[in-house]
Nanobody, 119 residues
Framework: QVLLVESGGGLVQAGDSLTLSCAASGGTLSSYIMAWFRQAPGKEREFVAGVRRGFRESVKGRFTITRDSAKNTVYLQMNSLQPEDTAVYYC?????????????????WGQGTQVTVSS
């Protein structure tokens, strides 16, 4: 059983940067596809970025996902934040070698961290 705990969310102003962290326990991150999703009020949860060994994918050009295997932690660096980026951000893990965007494909989820961007 993999436990994921996100941190780093908060209230920022438009144009600011923020880095989210996802610490894993109960498993080795290198064995999983790791991803970040987000869910805004009234909207479906959507894929933001995913990473596996030697490959990173992000649907948001301003967002970068990285993984520190030594710390068993995944990060999401978010730059030039806008009010439309306001959402709860979730970390997820999938026992596979392929990054996919469907929420149903992920086996483990964190509790989420709130990011609020004011204009």
């Amino acid at each position: 059983q993999v436990l994921l705990v996100e941190s780093g969310g908060g209230l920022v102003q438009a144009g600011d940067s923020l880095t989210l962290s996802c610490a894993a326990s109960g498993g080795t991150l290198s064995s999983y596809i790791m991803a970040w999703f987000r869910q805004a009020p009234g909207k479906e949860r959507e894929f933001v970025a995913g990473v596996r060994r030697g490959f990173r994918e992000s649907v948001k050009g301003r967002f970068t996902i990285t993984r520190d295997s030594a710390k068993n932690t995944v990060y999401l660096q978010m730059n030039s934040l806008q009010p439309e980026d306001t959402a709860v951000y979730y970390c997820a893990a999938r026992g596979s070698t392929v990054v996919v965007t469907a929420t149903s494909a992920y086996d483990y989820w964190g509790q989420g961290t709130q990011v609020t961007v004011s204009s």
